[in-house]
C-alpha cells in the first residue's frame, strides 16, 4: 500500500496542512474532490485519507456525510486543527488596493465579517490553496486569496495581512479514514465511537433508539440524518458518542440502539483528541 494520505484540495490546503501534522511521514496526496480523497484509499493509491467534517465558525463540511457511509472505509482518528488564515496578494500589491478576495465558501465565510469591513468582492473557489495558485497565475495585485502560509510559500506570495478570522477559536475537525479498521483499546484513554444506524420505519423508532444512551449516561455528540439512495421511508442517522464499545454503559446503550434499528454499522473507535479537554 503507498504511503502516501490523501486529501481534497491542492497542496497547501488546510487539510494538507492537518495530515503534514497528523503523519509527517507519510507523502501528501492531493485530490480534486472528497470523492476522490476516500477512493485514492479504497484502491489503495493512499494509507489513510484526512477529511474535514466540522468548523466550529462555519458548522459542517457540506456532502461529507452522505459520503462517508458510502465509502466502505472505517474511521482510525481524529484530529482538530486551528485554522489560521492568511490574507494573500502577488509581490507588490497592498491591502488598500485590493479589490477582490478569492478562497473557498468554507475560508469566506469564516472571515465574512472582516471582508465587508474592507470592501472587497468574495470570489469562491475549489479550495483555499487552489486560489493562492490561481491570484499567482493572474499577477493581479488587486486580487488576494485566503489561504494558509503554506499555500503562500508555494506560490510565492506575500502575507498582507495575517491570522485573520472573525473569531480566533476557528477550528476544524477532520477524521481519518483507512481500508481496514484499527480500533483503539479500552484501556488506551478516552475514546469517540462513530456508527451509522437506519432507524425500523415504525413510529417513535427513533426515540426509543436514542432512549438507551441517556438512560446508561452515554454522551452523544453528534447525530446527523440523510436519506439512502433516494428513498424516504426511513432515514439513515451517522452518530457520535463518547467511550468503547467495551464498556458497560456504552455495550448497553448500543444493544438497544441495535434492537429498535432495522441496521446497525460501528465505523470506527478511535482515541479522543487531546483538544476535546481544553
Known amino acids: 500500500m503507498s504511503e502516501r494520505i ?6 497547501g490546503a488546510n487539510s494538507h496542512i492537518a495530515a ?8 501528501p496526496l492531493p485530490c480534486a474532490s472528497f470523492e476522490d480523497a476516500f477512493a485514492a484509499v479504497s484502491e489503495r493509491q493512499a494509507r489513510y485519507s484526512m477529511i474535514p467534517v466540522e468548523n466550529s465558525l462555519a458548522g459542517r463540511v457540506a456532502d461529507v456525510h452522505h459520503l462517508i457511509p458510502e465509502s466502505g472505509l472505517y474511521i482510525v482518528a481524529e484530529r482538530f486543527e486551528p485554522i489560521r488564515h492568511q490574507l494573500l496578494g502577488v509581490p507588490g500589491a497592498t491591502l488598500e488596493g485590493l479589490r477582490k478576495v478569492r478562497s473557498h465558501p468554507q475560508a469566506l465565510g469564516q472571515c465574512r465579517k472582516l471582508l465587508r469591513a474592507m470592501g472587497v468582492e468574495a470570489v469562491k473557489t475549489a479550495d483555499t490553496a487552489g486560489a493562492a495558485r490561481e491570484i499567482a497565475e493572474l499577477g493581479d495585485p488587486s486580487v488576494g486569496a485566503l489561504a494558509s502560509a503554506l499555500a503562500g510559500e508555494i506560490h510565492g506570495l506575500q502575507v498582507l495581512k ?9 477550528t476544524t475537525r477532520f477524521l481519518v479514514f483507512a481500508r481496514e479498521p484499527d480500533d483503539a483499546a479500552i484501556e488506551s484513554g478516552p475514546c469517540m465511537t462513530s456508527f451509522v444506524f437506519r432507524v425500523k420505519n415504525v413510529p417513535a423508532a427513533l426515540y426509543k433508539a436514542m ?11 453528534k447525530l446527523e440524518s440523510y436519506i439512502e439512495d433516494g428513498g424516504f421511508a426511513a432515514a439513515m442517522f451517522f452518530a457520535e458518542i463518547e467511550g468503547h464499545p467495551d464498556q458497560r454503559n456504552v455495550k448497553l446503550a448500543l444493544e438497544e440502539l441495535a434492537f429498535f434499528s432495522a441496521s446497525l454499522k460501528v465505523l470506527g473507535v478511535y482515541p479522543a483528541d487531546a483538544f476535546r479537554g481544553r
Do not use: K
Open 20 to 27: 503534514r501534522a497528523a503523519y509527517p511521514a507519510l507523502a
Open 162 to 170: 495575517p491570522d485573520i478570522a472573525d473569531a480566533y477559536h476557528n
Open 6 to 11: 490523501s486529501f481534497q484540495g491542492e497542496l
Open 211 to 221: 432512549g438507551g444512551f441517556a438512560t446508561n449516561g452515554v454522551n452523544m455528540t
